[in-house]
């Protein structure tokens, strides 16, 4: 498990933009019997062309030392951007508590 070293930055977010040409990569247009998966027309949701629409209304840089036993708050319609001093893949993992209710 990583621990973030900084938070860099905080903004908000927008959403509903408008996209001429969606970028669509061969997950979306090379189904066949090479490549595995889903024909486009019978997927609920692609997170991809979803994503496309989201953009930055604001960004604060913040660079600070991230606070280990403190916890990170995301309001709605914001983003907080974290640097972990190393580039990984793999799989992100979360505890989230909301305090919506």
Do not use: C
């Amino acid at each position: 498990m990583r621990v973030p070293r900084q938070v860099v930055a905080t903004g908000e977010r927008k959403t509903g933009l408008k996209v001429k040409q969606p970028w669509k990569d061969r997950s979306l247009t090379g189904i066949g019997p090479q490549l595995g998966g889903y024909p486009e027309r019978e997927l609920t949701t692609i997170p991809s062309l979803e994503l496309q629409t989201v953009g930055s209304a604001a960004l604060q840089p913040v660079n600070h030392p991230y606070a280990t036993a403190q916890p990170l708050p995301v309001k709605a319609g914001k983003f907080q951007i974290v640097d972990f001093g190393v580039d990984l893949t793999g799989f992100i993992g979360a505890r989230i508590r909301s305090t919506w209710w």
